[in-house]
């Protein structure tokens, strides 16, 4: 597959996948307004990333029809794309105040979240404990002319720490405790955002600053365990 270019995703390339009706760019602005609207998306560049993106490349054909709704769609192996809303709000809170270079991302999944981070960032480490859909991911983003994100199979509780620090770190999966792994790859100043906990799950943002963690709540989601291992 396609060795790493340093190249974000773009919009010329993007452009070469749009579909029609249901898989059009007007059926995505669609749902980018309706995310304005209801608050979880302002104005910037999250949302032209989401604008620019074909969210149907990255769910099962099965249903494509229903990629520009905000809901969750099966990925294969139980696990599901997030959210478009918590895509969104997840993504604001990272780059909420400062460009980020390196961006680690838990729980690649279908490569959604990990296309909008091509997209926004300089650098995108993304870990998943599923070969198979570390792969698919791969294969997407590979086919979308992504060249500036590195692919592992692997556990995310533990990060990466050969490659750490991190500018900001990303979580699509909820740990039972914040991994303390997680929080020394984060750069001092940077930004963490994932859910913790099991029914319910809260939606956390961290500052670093030093030792010490500042913590926001989000708001309450719905995301897969964090499970430990990688997949077999
Ligand atoms: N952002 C992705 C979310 C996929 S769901 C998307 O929108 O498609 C969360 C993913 O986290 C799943 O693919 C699951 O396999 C993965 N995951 C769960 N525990 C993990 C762990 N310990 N390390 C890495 N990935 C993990």
Redesign the pocket.
């Known amino acids: 597959m396609m060795s790493y270019t340093g190249q974000p995703l773009r919009a010329e390339i993007c452009q070469q996948f749009d579909g029609v009706g249901m898989t059009s760019p007007r059926t995505r602005q669609r749902l980018i307004e309706n995310l304005k609207k209801q608050g979880f998306l302002q104005s910037g560049s999250v949302a032209d990333a989401m604008n620019m993106i074909p969210r149907h490349l ?1 769910v099962d054909p099965a249903f494509e029809h229903r990629s520009y709704e905000d809901c969750a769609l099966p ?1 294969g ?1 139980e ?4 959210h478009p809303s918590t ?1 969104a709000m997840m993504s604001q809170w990272l780059l909420a105040e400062k460009p980020i270079n390196k961006v680690l ?10 296309a909008i981070l091509s997209a926004l960032c300089q650098e995108v480490y993304t ?4 070969p198979e ?1 570390s792969q698919k991911a791969h294969a997407k983003l590979h086919q979308l002319q992504a060249g500036n994100i590195h692919f592992y199979t ?4 533990w990060g990466l720490p050969d490659l750490a620090p991190f500018d900001a770190i990303i979580s ?2 909820s740990p039972e405790e914040l991994p303390a792994e997680l929080v020394s790859q984060l750069k001092d100043g940077g930004r963490m955002v994932m859910p913790i906990g099991s029914q319910p799950q809260h939606l956390y943002g961290f500052i670093r600053h030093g030792d010490t963690l500042q913590q926001t709540l989000l708001g309450d989601v719905s ?7 990688v ?1 077999q």
């Open positions: 990255f990925i192996h696990q599901t794309i997030s895509v991302e838990i729980g690649t999944g279908s490569g959604y979240q990990t870990v998943e404990r599923i859909l692997a556990d995310g509780h699509a999966a995301f897969v365990p964090m499970r430990k291992g997949a």
